[in-house]
């Protein structure tokens, strides 16, 4: 079965960097197009970044990270990276990694497109 295993959340100051992982099994990685979303206390789960597939040579960000967050694949070792600098408290959520529903498509930026979704890792910045 697919399984999306994310790892990397914490605990950092504003201002300060992580790197999220997340470890794919069960499918063809590099046929499907990948995306992050995060979900913060009262609100809804939403868009965050996606990346094309194959060599991922095109990435989608939301408005609110681009220029701070870097999503990147590694196809040989079927992972899913979210680089995040520059963290600001309102990143604050956890952090899903979802597989399109579609192989070889174009990223989505709704959660319905996307299929299989990891447990999620929790990101808190302190400000």
């Known amino acids: 079965q697919v399984q999306l295993v994310e790892s990397g959340g914490g605990l950092v100051q504003t201002g300060g960097s992580l790197r999220l992982s997340c470890a794919a099994s069960g499918l063809t990685f590099s046929r499907y197009p990948m995306g992050w979303f995060r979900q913060a206390p009262g609100k809804e789960r939403e868009f965050v970044a996606a990346?094309?597939?194959?060599?991922?040579?095109?990435?989608y960000y939301t408005d609110s990270v681009r220029g701070r967050f870097t999503v990147s694949r590694d196809n040989a070792k079927n992972t899913l990276f979210l680089q995040m600098n520059n963290l600001k408290p309102e990143d604050t959520a956890v952090y899903y990694c979802?597989?399109?529903?579609?192989?070889?498509?174009?990223?989505?930026?709704?959660?319905?497109?996307?299929?299989?979704w990891g447990q999620g890792t929790q990101v808190t910045v302190s400000s």
């Open positions: 990346i094309t597939w194959g060599r991922g040579q095109t990435a």
């Open positions: 979802a597989s399109d529903r579609l192989q070889m498509g174009v990223p989505r930026r709704t959660s319905a497109s996307y299929q299989y």
